[in-house]
């Protein structure tokens, strides 16, 4: 019995430090969860001390070596099954308090939504899953503009794919877009999960391969050629399809027809094929619904950790599954189309001009330009279908549910077109406004139609939030420390409707605030408040072209049609890399009556002066 007292004696001594540690913590720890959230003047200096925190690995390394102290002390010695288990007892407490230490510590400076014990902010985004957006910008608002928060609160793991910082700050923005580019790419999850469908295409690359596609690119949508097919493509999908699909209607899902129309004109701009979803009927396309499937599948990826979708990618199971068999599907018709388009550019090449047949697509235009693999050639479609359909849809989607809940918005816009087509087509016969589509020249003078759909995507971005990798361990213009193998998220949802850089009226739908202050001249605001299009190196290049559709599209409904949401449907978000409405968007279709509008204007004494204006033109 005697040699058991010193046994006793040391795990008495350890039992004491461990609670000691224990107790040291927890009187510092007064919740489970800590809640995050210090002064504004306060945040940049604890979030840099936490960042660092985290970037350091001795937290992990001394609960590593807590951990495996029991295997050589006294009690492995003596043999006694009491003493070990004893001796793990007080190292488990040891760890605990240890880890508790670490985790009040790298808590307390940050400054975004609650953190918990190993699950980090992990609660708060699943609690706030459907609201996600509106969340983010609540706490950039109580934030300052900037916080920081650990998804995953384990010692060694936060210190790289753990630490996120979220930030609307328009310094910052420029700082991570534009000034310190090469600093923030897409990285190596991004690319990973979407690498199946968009391979290293322009939207999925970066470093030489992005550099390569850019210029490409850049140089083919400054041409005039490209967007005059732009307007050919559109112009026929509206006056061909949709119009006569609302003439119809009574009540339609304006979110699908914009979508299959935006679909259309995409494929045909991209590589020359019309895919007819919008046809009458709105048909099933096999493409059309392998890509959505491939989306859609592609998408589910950012639901788990990349283990957990990579086995199921091995193994075959779920949607991975379904990504495997659409993408092929999508190889196999890109294939057919590429072979083709190969065939007759040779037979242009070779002037045998009964055969050849002009094509201005950007598929054939890559084409041109280089030595291109069929592979490559079918991620730059893709990537360019991905990345102009979604996104010109969604906004016109939330274009006509708000001038529908802003009559006074409507009334402007309206009397606008009216006031144009008055000008280039004359004031004797309405009609004739209607019996063409909408030129060059008339959609470049709706600039009150342009301030309507550039407000719509301040408070409603078409890609609400967007996330860069850190490659170097770096410090933004605010303050923040942002150490390497963390990430940077973006909120240009939360950028649009900050106090401090939009004013007290932020949440409101105001297109006025685009223009001058005599209201004939649009003004753009600084590309790093206004962030739908991107900025920097990587912004838009097709911002142009999606302000030429969206003006057609909504100016040739609007002059025709009253669309009111229909009786019941609610309009709610859709939590997806692209802010799609949750349950679509049934409205109401009514035809309009111009003649109202005609009244105002003369009355105004702009009917005579646009009547002047076309005499003098002719």
Same mark, same amino acid.
């Given at each position: ?315 075959? =199971? ?124 008339? =959609? ?175």
């Amino acid at each position: 019995m005697g040699g058991l007292v010193p046994v006793r004696s040391g795990f008495s001594r350890l039992h004491a430090a461990a609670a000691t540690l224990l107790g040291a913590a927890v009187g510092q720890w007064s919740v489970v969860g800590i809640d995050c959230r210090p002064s504004t003047a306060s945040i940049a200096a604890r979030s840099g001390a936490t960042a660092r925190l985290l970037y350091s690995s001795s937290s992990s390394s001394l609960l590593l070596l807590l951990l495996l102290l029991p295997a050589g002390g006294s009690d492995h010695q003596t043999g006694t099954t009491a003493m070990e288990a004893g001796t793990w007892a007080a190292a488990a407490v040891a760890a605990v308090a240890l880890y508790v230490a670490w985790f009040w510590r790298m808590s307390r400076g940050l400054s975004g939504p609650r953190v918990w014990p190993l699950l980090g902010s992990l609660p708060g985004l699943v609690q706030h899953a459907e609201d996600m957006h509106e969340w983010i910008a609540a706490n950039l608002r109580r934030a300052g503009g900037t916080y920081q928060t650990c998804i995953f609160a384990v010692p060694g793991v936060a210190r790289r794919g753990g630490l996120v910082t979220v930030t609307c700050d328009p310094r910052n923005l420029e700082h991570v877009l534009k000034a310190r580019f090469d600093n923030y790419p897409k990285g190596p999850f991004w690319h990973a999960v979407f690498r199946d469908l968009l391979g290293d295409g322009i939207f999925n690359s970066d470093g030489d391969t992005w550099v390569a596609q850019r210029k490409t690119a850049a140089l083919e949508f400054t041409t005039r050629t490209l967007r005059t097919a732009m307007s050919r493509w559109v112009s026929r999908s509206i006056h061909a399809r949709l119009l006569p699909i609302l003439a119809d209607a009574h009540v339609v899902d304006l979110q699908d027809l914009l979508l299959r129309l935006t679909f259309d004109n995409i494929c045909g701009l991209a590589f020359g094929k019309d895919p007819e979803t919008l046809a009458r009927g709105l048909p099933d396309n096999a493409f059309a619904s392998a890509f959505d499937r491939a989306t859609e599948a592609t998408l589910n990826r950012f639901i788990f950790p990349e283990c957990v979708w990579r086995c199921k990618k091995w193994l075959g =199971l779920g949607m991975e599954t379904t990504l495997a068999r659409s993408v092929r599907h999508v190889d196999r018709y890109l294939s057919a189309v590429i072979k083709a388009r190969k065939l007759e550019l040779s037979a242009a090449t070779r002037k045998d001009l009964l055969s050849a047949t002009p094509h201005d697509d950007l598929l054939s235009r890559f084409m041109r330009k280089g030595t291109y693999s069929d592979e490559s050639l079918q991620h730059v479609a893709l990537n360019f279908i991905l990345a102009g359909r979604d996104t010109s849809s969604v906004a016109l989607s939330w274009f006509f549910w708000l001038v529908s809940t802003h009559p006074a918005v409507e009334r402007n816009i309206v009397r606008e077109l009216c006031a144009v087509l008055a000008g280039s087509r004359g004031v004797e016969d309405p009609a004739l406004w209607l019996a063409a589509p909408l030129d060059f020249e008339e =959609l470049d003078r709706l600039v009150y139609l342009k301030a309507a759909l550039s407000e719509t995507l301040r408070l409603y971005p078409s890609v609400p939030e967007d996330s860069k990798h850190v490659v170097a361990d770096d410090v933004l213009p605010d303050g923040t420390f942002v150490p390497a193998g963390s990430s940077v998220t973006y909120s240009i949802y939360s950028a649009g409707r900050m106090k401090t850089v939009w004013g007290e009226d932020c949440l409101q739908f105001r297109p006025e605030r685009w223009l001058s202050d005599d209201g004939t001249r649009f003004q753009p605001h600084d590309s790093y408040r206004f962030v739908a299009f991107n900025a920097g190196p990587r912004i838009c290049l097709g911002k142009d072209l999606a302000y030429l559709q969206m003006k057609n599209i909504a100016g040739s409904v609007l002059l025709r049609h009253r669309l009111t949401v229909a009786p019941g449907h609610r309009v709610e978000q859709k939590m997806s890399l692209t802010l799609f409405m949750k349950h679509g968007l049934r409205m109401e279709v009514r035809p309009r009556d111009l003649s109202v509008v005609i009244d105002e204007l003369r009355g105004a004494g702009e009917y005579d002066a646009a009547a002047r204006a076309t005499a003098a033109s002719a």
